[in-house]
């Protein structure tokens, strides 16, 4: 059974501060990895995919990654800002549904 | 290319009463889930719907029910409300195929808040 983990669960930093959030998942066996971002009482938006081959993908300031073999995938976001605030979700895909950690929840001070 | 449309975007319902959410999906797409979140049980799949047949479900009571259109519309019902039913639910469009996850991931609506007082 896939289970998806995210640490830390709550992240406060300065603005302007580089920063990486991590998941971690049980069952390397992932069709794919989706990051998302969600502010409060909002819908998910989607950040990024990476499909198994990939290693890494780029979107603007963001930066995700992907190692199957160790179960991990990390989000670096370069030079934060305050409306980076908001929670980050990874998910995989598994038997028609998207397993979820439970989110890391970013905090980016003026 | 329009997103996904859920609707209404807010509820207020008094307990034992009976509601019927809705989501449009992204045109093409087939495949319509369903997911509860709440503040204490993170996000929590309910179904998924491929072509107007149920495909997957969740470990949710028989009060959760949903059904697909032809034109891959969905609607999800929960009868006789409980104040748990509180939450926001989410729907998600993907162009997955029979057996294997979609290569484009997954894009969900804005979410109905649902209260249930």
């Known amino acids: 059974k896939q289970e998806v983990t995210q640490i830390p669960a709550a992240l406060s930093v300065p603005e302007g501060e580089n920063l990486v959030l991590n998941c971690s998942f049980t069952?390397?066996?992932?069709?794919?990895l989706q990051w998302f971002r969600q502010d409060p009482g909002k819908g998910l938006t989607s950040l990024l995919l990476?499909?198994?081959?990939?290693r890494e993908q780029t979107s603007g300031r963001l930066n995700a990654s992907l190692d199957k073999s160790s179960g991990r995938s990390t989000l670096y976001i370069a030079a934060s800002q305050p409306g980076d605030s908001a929670t980050y979700l990874c998910?995989?895909?598994?038997?028609?549904?998207?397993?979820f950690g439970q989110g890391t929840e970013l905090s980016v001070k003026p | 290319k329009a997103g996904v449309t859920q609707t209404p975007r807010y509820l207020i319902k008094t307990r034992g009463q009976q509601v019927t959410l809705s989501c449009s999906p992204i045109?093409?797409?087939?495949?319509v889930s369903w997911y509860q979140q709440t503040p204490g049980q993170g996000l929590q799949f309910l179904f998924e719907?491929?072509?107007?047949?149920?495909?997957n479900k969740g470990n949710f009571p028989g009060r959760f029910s949903g059904r697909q259109f032809s034109n891959s519309r969905s609607e999800m019902n929960v009868s006789t409300l409980e104040l748990g039913d509180s939450a926001l639910y989410l729907c998600?469009?993907?162009?997955?195929?029979?057996?294997?996850?979609?290569?484009?991931?997954?894009?969900f609506g804005s979410g109905t808040r649902l209260t249930v007082v």
């Open positions: 998600a469009s993907s162009d997955t195929r029979t057996g294997r996850p979609s290569g484009y991931g997954y894009t």
């Open positions: 069952d390397s066996a992932i069709y794919n």
């Open positions: 990476i499909q198994s081959s990939q």
């Open positions: 998910a995989v895909p598994q038997g028609g549904k998207l397993i």
């Open positions: 045109s093409g797409h087939r495949s």
């Open positions: 719907y491929f072509s107007e047949t149920q495909r």
